[in-house]
T-cell receptor, first 115, second 115 residues
């Protein structure tokens, strides 16, 4: 079975500062990894995903994430955040062997960007 | 525009009542999913369907039922057996190619509350 741990429930930062949102996963098989963003009272949107190949994945809105197999991590980063990045961010995983797109989500990290 | 429509946006349930949440997609996706979102717990999978007339239980299926009679529709019924139904419910869909790793498209959610 897979599981996802997002170590920080809230991350406050000032505008234009860098940010890292941490995600660790547990799985006995190879996985696909995802980051989704949720703005208030809305559904989730895909930021980026790792399927294979380069361990550094670039996504929308200037976000990127790095897959680290030895540390079973998939941390999300942005070098300079904007007020509009205030939202909840979810890390998610699915097993390559499932042959479905169903995801196991972490508990989420609320990013609050202050002016 | 293609997308997923959830209705209603807000729903109230009385004690002992069954209620049905609607989810319709016009993306021609084979796979559809229902997730429940509670504060601090992230998203948990209730049911999913990879093809018409077939569906599988997720991690928290007790007290819920679904049907998949049409490709574009995947309604969720919250039965009276679900003792703690207050939550934000999200419907999603994906192409369901069977290879895994496809992104999920989410609706804007239904907030269910108990009167």
């Amino acid at each position: 079975a897979q599981s996802v741990t997002q170590l920080d429930s809230q991350v406050p930062v000032f505008e234009e500062a860098p940010v890292e949102l941490r995600c660790n996963y547990s799985s006995s098989v190879s996985v696909y990894l995802f980051w989704y963003v949720q703005y208030p009272n809305q559904g989730l949107q895909l930021l980026l995903k790792y399927l294979s190949g380069s361990t550094l994945v670039k996504g929308i809105n200037g976000f990127e994430a790095e897959f680290n197999k030895s540390q079973t991590s998939f941390h999300l980063r942005k070098p300079s955040v904007h007020i509009s990045d205030t939202a909840e961010y979810f890390c998610a995983v699915t097993s390559r062997s499932y042959n479905t797109d169903k995801l196991i989500f972490g508990t989420g990290t609320r990013l609050q960007v202050f002016p | 525009d293609g997308g997923i429509t959830q209705s209603p946006k807000y729903l109230f349930r009385k004690e002992g009542q069954n209620v049905t949440l609607s989810c319709e997609q016009n993306l021609n996706h084979d796979a559809m999913y229902w997730y429940r979102q509670d504060p601090g717990q992230g998203l948990r999978l209730i049911y999913y369907s990879q093809i018409v007339n077939d569906f599988q239980k997720g991690d928290i299926a007790e007290g819920y039922s679904v049907s998949r009679e049409k490709k574009e529709s995947f309604p969720l019924t919250v039965t009276s057996a679900q003792k703690n139904p207050t939550a934000f419910y999200l419907c999603a869909s994906s192409t369901g190619t069977g290879a895994g790793g496809e992104k999920l498209f989410f609706g804007s959610g239904t907030q269910l509350s108990v009167l």
